[in-house]
């Protein structure tokens, strides 16, 4: 076969660069970088009335929490590790319509002043 020349390297790597496998580390780090910085599940809800905490709950117990509050009451429910505003008093019903909340979210019923975090207990070594 005249014209053909055949080296010892495979077809994909004849085609590919050492730029791009340099491109391809950085990729592979970047990705690498993103998933050890991820958010960590949530195991914690935080609920206030008014700027003050009401309740710090666990999102391991099933229940449903009654926030009292000037046009009502808010009924935050915590199911399955997940939480949500399930009933609030408020008429554009914002804070329902938002669904469960993922890490790092809030709620905020503005009109009946009730607010839910969601998000990690944080301890230190001094008050644990």
């Known amino acids: 076969m005249a014209g053909v020349k055949r080296s010892g390297r495979s077809q994909v790597a004849q085609w590919i660069y050492p730029g791009d496998w340099l491109l391809l580390a950085g990729g592979f780090a970047l990705v690498a970088g993103l998933a ?10 935080l609920i206030k009335q008014a700027g003050r905490t009401f309740a710090e709950a666990s999102l391991r117990l099933n229940r449903i929490i009654a926030v009292p509050g000037p046009l009502g009451t808010t009924e935050v429910e915590i199911r399955d590790g997940r939480v949500r505003v399930k009933a609030d008093p408020g008429p554009r019903q914002l804070c329902v319509n938002q669904g469960w909340l993922k890490a790092g979210e809030a709620a905020i019923c503005l009109p ?14 001094l008050n644990y």
């Open 36 to 45: 050890l910085h991820a958010p960590a599940p949530a195991d914690r809800v």
């Open 112 to 125: 009946n002043r009730v607010s839910v975090e969601l998000g990690r207990a944080a301890y230190d070594s």
